[in-house]
């Protein structure tokens, strides 16, 4: 079950029927170096949370009141910057000794409920088991900056013609949910046969692509297959407890199995060798070129790679270090949206590289001595090690 304060932010997201979903960045702490540090919040859904429309060439503010983790308050301001070359909003002014915009948040989800016209109830949560419970309980999934949660309805970009044929025709014959595999050929085969660019586009891209639109068909699947089930007469308070869990648990099961689907996808279409969950010293996500190699005493330590694939990894990464104890130069492939630098220069210490979609870089602090690769420039060293023509 959901610790208790993940329960009371759903609680409060659906009794108040909104809620923003934003994982925090080095740029929101200040540690950027850019502008005055504060939560970033997404412009095209301002009246979810100010009174003060975006305007060009002027600043506006708005106090407000908000409650953190149920047992903090900070008298609080919503600013929308419009001067020069700014165009966005950010939450500011939280006092002194404020825990939650620190470095080491970095990476914590921040989820923002309004609950009257200038207050608000606010959560960070910084455990990757927090962080997948509340999106699954919600039926957000940050894969973009921001996430958001309407009630009933979660607003998501229109989806093209004919992606969305293709969807609806896997749905309709559904009667059951199908194994996740399913839903990712399907996602790639609407993305194949309706994006005639697709192929070319970088493996970053793909991934991004890939994951956003799967997710979008997963959720068709189950507004269908679950109805019924949401809508049914309950037994008793553990009938229903019951099936959220199922719900939530199919949710997260998918989110993780998705990612390793569309990554073994990337490989394969790249001409990368590779097995997957393979036991050698336990049983990595990704090892390339295979067992074979692994098991031959005279194939060269550095032609050997092990991936592990983590839809979050800011308390998971460490499960890298006991597989595949012959490979020294571990990877986490992530598209997790930042990390602190703390735990970077920990990775850095202990020989994990980070690869994540290159989109998502600017999420994460610089650390030295730490290059997160992008998804394509892992392809890229991997193929020049094991000397493969391009």
Known sequence: MPAPLVEQAVIDAWDHGNAILKYISPNDTGKTGGHQCGFYLPKHSWRMFTINPPKKGKNA?????VLWQGDLTTQSCIKWYGVGTRSEYRITRFGRDFPFLTEDNVGD?????RTGESTFKAFVFDHAADIEDIQASLGVEVTGTVGIFTGVRRTEETEDDCINKHFRVFVEKLRAFPDTSSFSNTALKALLD???RFGSLSPDIRLMALIENEYSLFRMAERLLCQDEIFRQYRSVDDFLST?????NRRKSRAGRSLENHVGYILRDTKVPFQARVTVDGVPDILIPGKEAYLDKDWPLDRLFTVGVKTTCKDRWRQVLNEAKRVPKKHILTIQHGISAKQLMEMRD???SLVVPKALHSLYPAVPGMQILSIGGFITTVRRSLALAS
């Not at 989800?109 to 409920?113: C, G, P, Q, R, T």
């Not at 959220?244 to 939530?248: G, K, V, W």
Request: hydrophobic content about 55%.
């Open 350 to 352: 202990s020989g994990v």
């Open 109 to 113: 989800l921040f989820v923002l409920i």
């Open 194 to 196: 309706c994006m005639p």
């Open 61 to 65: 503010e708005q106090m407000v009141e």
């Open 244 to 248: 959220a869990s199922r719900i939530m």
